[in-house]
């Protein structure tokens, strides 16, 4: 079966610095990733998806996260962090063989200092 | 297009009643997959749906179920509430192409039970 990672439950970053949001998977063979963004009150928002092909991969509001097969990674990404970006995010893994359902991670929760 | 909506969006019950919630596909989709978000568990998958036919199932008591319509609407049904059932219950859905692989997630129905 197969298990998300996020191993930080809480950043903090100042606007305007970078951000890294860390992602480790646990499959069998190469699956399908993905980031959500949640807001408080809110839905899932789709950030990006790694299906197969450039392992680096760009996603809406500046996101990218690059799949790193030998270290079972899927870390987010983003130069400069706005305040608007504060939410919780998610990373998801899906197999290929079991249709939609998909594996999410506990969530990180990022906070943005002015 | 309209994106996943979902009905009602707030909900009280109280333990030992039953309910049901609705989701409406982004038009032209036909999967419709459906997750339990709460502070302890996460995110967890409970079922998807594909054609009014039951594809994939989470391990969840039989207390939840679900159904498909013709026009891929779906519901859900948790019958004989418990307090731990409180969540925010996430309907997805996915036009279910064979090149892509992505998920559409709805705003979600906050459940309360007393």
């Known amino acids: 079966a197969q298990s998300v990672t996020q191993p930080d439950i809480h950043i903090t970053v100042s606007e305007g610095a970078s951000l890294e949001l860390r992602c480790n998977y646990s499959?069998?063979?190469?699956?399908?990733l993905f980031w959500y963004v949640q807001s408080p009150g809110q839905g899932l928002q789709l950030l990006l998806k790694y299906f197969s092909g450039d392992t680096l991969v760009q996603g809406i509001k500046g996101f990218e996260a690059e799949f790193k097969r030998s270290q079972s990674s899927f870390n987010l990404r983003k130069p400069s962090v706005h305040w608007s970006d504060a939410a919780e995010y998610f990373c998801a893994v899906g197999a290929r063989n079991a249709g939609n359902m998909l594996t999410f991670g506990g969530g990180t929760r990022l906070m943005v200092k002015p | 297009k309209a994106g996943v909506t979902q009905t009602p969006r707030y909900l009280i019950k109280t333990r030992g009643q039953q309910v049901t919630l609705s989701c409406s596909p982004i038009?032209?989709?036909?999967?419709v997959s459906w997750y339990q978000q709460t502070p302890g568990q996460g995110l967890q998958f409970l079922f998807e749906?594909?054609?009014?036919?039951?594809?994939n199932k989470g391990n969840f008591p039989g207390r939840f179920s679900g159904r498909q319509f013709s026009n891929s609407r779906s519901e859900m049904n948790v019958s004989t509430l418990e307090l731990g059932d409180s969540a925010l219950y996430l309907c997805?859905?996915?036009?279910?192409?064979?090149?892509?692989?992505?998920?559409?997630f709805g705003p979600g129905t906050r459940l309360t039970v007393t």
């Open positions: 997805a859905s996915r036009q279910d192409s064979a090149a892509g692989y992505e998920q559409y």
């Open positions: 749906y594909f054609s009014e036919t039951q594809r």
């Open positions: 499959y069998g063979a190469t699956p399908y």
């Open positions: 038009s032209g989709h036909r999967s």
